[in-house]
């Protein structure tokens, strides 16, 4: 039932039906047009992104949307910037949880 979804993700491949089931319905298929922006410095990031098909690039847009990093077909992006906005580091230069107490 979820294969058209998952085909093509490489970090789901080996995972098995159950978490694939649970997963699948959450994942969303977004077709991007070639120029268009997925995501803005400074917004906030609620989204891990696959990309199945095609690439895409991080740009800089103080420099004319000059590509500064590439993202190639079967890769993914946002977990990180996900986790980041999750912690903290407090004033002894330890990490936590933001809403931690």
């Given at each position: 039932?979820?294969?058209?979804?998952?085909?093509?993700?490489?970090?789901?491949?080996?995972?098995?039906?159950?978490?694939?089931?649970?997963?699948?319905?959450?994942?969303?298929?977004?077709?991007?047009?070639?120029?268009?922006?997925?995501?803005?410095?400074?917004?906030?990031?609620?989204?891990?992104?696959?990309?199945?098909k095609g690439s895409c690039a991080y740009v800089l847009r103080a420099y004319?949307?000059?590509?500064?990093?590439?993202l190639a077909e079967r890769t993914h992006f946002g977990i990180i910037d996900?986790?980041?906005?999750?912690?903290?580091?407090?004033?002894?230069?330890?990490?936590?949880?933001?809403?931690?107490?």
């Open positions: 039932m979820y294969r058209p979804i998952y085909e093509g993700i490489d970090i789901l491949a080996d995972k098995d039906k159950t978490f694939i089931s649970w997963i699948c319905p959450l994942l969303n298929e977004r077709h991007l047009n070639p120029e268009e922006t997925l995501q803005y410095e400074g917004g906030k990031i609620n989204a891990i992104h696959f990309i199945k004319a949307q000059t590509p500064f990093m590439k996900i986790i980041a906005a999750c912690i903290k580091k407090d004033p002894t230069g330890r990490y936590t949880a933001k809403n931690a107490a």
